[in-house]
């Protein structure tokens, strides 16, 4: 077991190697732009040998709990507050605050999300958007989850996303070798079945610009400004896909008599073009760095369509509750990817026992969910955290991390370096009206201050 361990840190090694780096000049990195997220080469981890181990001693827990203690005792936070902190090289619980009491966990039930999908149907599996010959020749634009289908990008652009542009063109190209000059346009968005808002969502969420509502068919996450995270939403993101679709159509050459209609594909129709998203690995790796909410739900439903159950709310749950089962992770209680639902149940144990399982050498797919995590002080949504003007500036750069916030909710889940050089894996959760993320980054920032070998 040890030998496991000990490669699990290994592997985690070299995944924090730059956020070393980024610890040292996080200063002076304030007012960048994150940088885009690379995939993980899984293959580092088996290889001999990549990064040394760091050579640190064994981490107490008694001296770990000593500097956890008077932080928490101190946040105000009477009710509510939870904790789990281990060694990333043994497994060794190091510090427990009712670790399992289950909680609302916000978006860190994208980890969850993250390690369900990745194992479940791989990091090099692709979400196609089809387009299909329908009934008396309709064009039908198909959905099939993809949340990052775009309308057109740049060449260079890291991840390549689908766009209606290249399937236009595609398609066009199919249909004038056909002799095809004009067409009606049909769209499916039949993929998805159940209501379009989760089961503990709050009716402001899509109007806020948190979600969209979600659909197998939809145009940038439905945001009326795409490079917007929390942009407005599109009322219908099925017909705006379309609409945008037959634009470029006519682009393309070929005529659209009439509005695009809801339609349904044939059965078995083979398509006459297609356009594929990113990688899973890449899509794990953006919903978890910018918390993409609609990411997150494309997600969730991969999940249900690998494990054979029906790609809706409930279907997802139950293949989600299928991989924790397979990984022998207990306490994890999932009715949505993003974590927007309030019904989610999980413990801090379980958080950062699903970290833990994406460093084992034994799992190499589950590996984005760390390449994916944010830096704090330095990329994704710890971006604006740990500044120097904060209480938690210690943790900046060696806290690896997914947040979480709802109202009276705030989680942070990850992995951090103590000022031994020891690899740790964490969980803090908060449930609680005075629960706030500022709050959980000086937790962190003292486990990053410890030098509690």
Avoid at 160 to 165: D, F, K, S, V
Avoid at 271 to 295: C, F, G, H, K, Q
Avoid at 334 to 348: H, Y
Wanted: aromatic share 6%; hydrophobic share 40%.
């Amino acid at each position: 077991m040890w030998q496991v361990r000990a490669r699990a840190l290994l592997a985690l090694a070299v995944l924090n190697i730059f956020v070393l780096v980024t610890g040292i000049v996080a200063a002076d990195l304030i007012e960048s732009r994150p940088p885009e997220t690379m995939p993980y080469p899984a293959a580092f981890a088996e290889d001999e040998p990549v990064a040394a181990v760091p050579d640190a001693g064994q981490v107490s827990p008694e001296r770990l709990a000593d500097k956890l203690d008077d932080p928490m005792s101190d946040s105000g936070i009477d009710e509510g507050l939870s904790a789990y902190v281990a060694d990333a090289a043994t497994g060794e619980a190091l510090y427990e605050r009712d670790a399992d009491e289950g909680a609302v966990p916000a978006s860190t039930t994208k980890v969850v999300t993250a390690v369900s999908v990745l194992h479940a149907a791989g990091p090099g599996e692709r979400i196609h958007t089809d387009v299909v010959l329908g009934d008396n020749g309709q064009v039908i634009l198909v959905g099939g989850g993809d949340p990052t289908l775009t309308a057109s990008v740049e060449p260079d652009a890291y991840p390549r996303l689908a766009t209606l542009e290249e399937l236009a063109e595609h398609t066009a190209t199919a249909l004038q070798e056909e002799g095809i000059d004009s067409v009606s346009l049909g769209y499916d968005d039949s993929l998805y079945l159940g209501p379009d808002t989760g089961p503990g969502w709050k009716p402001n969420y899509v109007d806020e610009g948190s979600a969209s509502t979600v659909h197998a068919l939809m145009l940038d996450g439905g945001r009326v400004h795409k490079e917007q995270n929390y942009s407005e939403r599109v009322d219908d993101p099925p017909r705006v896909t379309a609409d945008a679709f037959a634009d470029q159509l006519r682009d393309m050459g070929i005529g659209v008599t009439g509005d695009p209609s809801p339609a349904e594909a044939p059965d078995g129709a083979d398509p006459i073009a297609t356009v594929a998203s990113a990688p899973i690995s890449a899509l794990v790796e953006e919903m978890l760095l910018e918390s993409d909410n609609n990411i997150a739900e494309a997600l969730f439903r991969q999940v249900a369509l690998a494990k054979d159950e029906e790609p809706s709310w409930r279907g997802a749950a139950a293949a989600t509750d299928e991989v924790m089962d397979e990984l022998d992770v207990d306490d994890v209680h999932v009715e949505d990817g993003s974590g927007l639902s309030v019904n989610n149940d999980i413990t801090p144990k379980a958080l950062a026992d699903l970290v833990m399982v994406a460093a084992d050498p034994e799992h190499p797919d589950l590996y984005f969910l760390l390449s994916g995590l944010p830096t704090a002080h330095f990329s994704g949504t710890l971006a604006g955290r740990y500044s120097e003007e904060s209480a938690a500036d210690s943790g900046a750069g060696v806290v690896r991390a997914k947040t979480g916030t709802l109202s009276g909710v705030s989680t942070l889940a990850g992995t951090i370096y103590d000022a031994d050089d020891r690899l740790l894996v964490f969980a803090f959760m908060a449930n609680d009206e005075a629960a706030m993320g500022s709050t959980l980054d000086t937790f962190a920032s003292a486990v990053a201050e410890c030098g509690c070998s």
